[in-house]
């Protein structure tokens, strides 16, 4: 079992970032596939990013690259996603995920964290 918990959200100003951090607990996290999603009220969930056990290879959406970055410490069992360059469309739900799969798909989500851009 692995257990996720975000932290970091918040109301930040159009252009201003924030930090979301995803702490992992349970099994080995630095064999994790990585991933941080969102969910806007009345829309579906949407990918956002995407790295590897190794912290080498990211992916990104279209939507957020050039802002957002995502990284890991496997020493701290953390996984993060800094953004920048913030607008009030990146307001939503985020969520981290965890999976030793490569396929894409995640067995174990966080509970969320609530980020909100004003204009």
């Known amino acids: 079992q692995v257990q996720l918990v975000e932290s970091g959200g918040g109301l930040v100003q159009a252009g201003g970032s924030l930090r979301l951090a995803c702490a992992a607990s349970?099994?080995?996290?630095?064999?994790?596939?990585i991933g941080w999603f969102r969910q806007a009220p009345g829309r579906e969930r949407e990918f956002v990013a995407r790295?590897?056990?190794?912290?080498?290879?990211?992916f990104y959406a279209d939507s957020v690259k050039g802002r957002f970055t995502i990284s890991r410490d496997n020493a701290k069992s953390t996984a993060y996603l800094q953004m920048n360059a913030l607008k009030p469309e990146d307001t939503a739900v985020y969520y981290c995920?965890?999976?030793?799969?490569?396929?894409?798909?995640?067995?174990?989500w966080g509970q969320g964290t609530q980020v909100t851009v004003s204009s």
């Open positions: 790295l590897t056990p190794s912290g080498l290879i990211t």
């Open positions: 349970g099994r080995g996290f630095s064999y994790d596939y």
């Open positions: 995920a965890a999976d030793n799969r490569p396929g894409g798909s995640y067995k174990y």
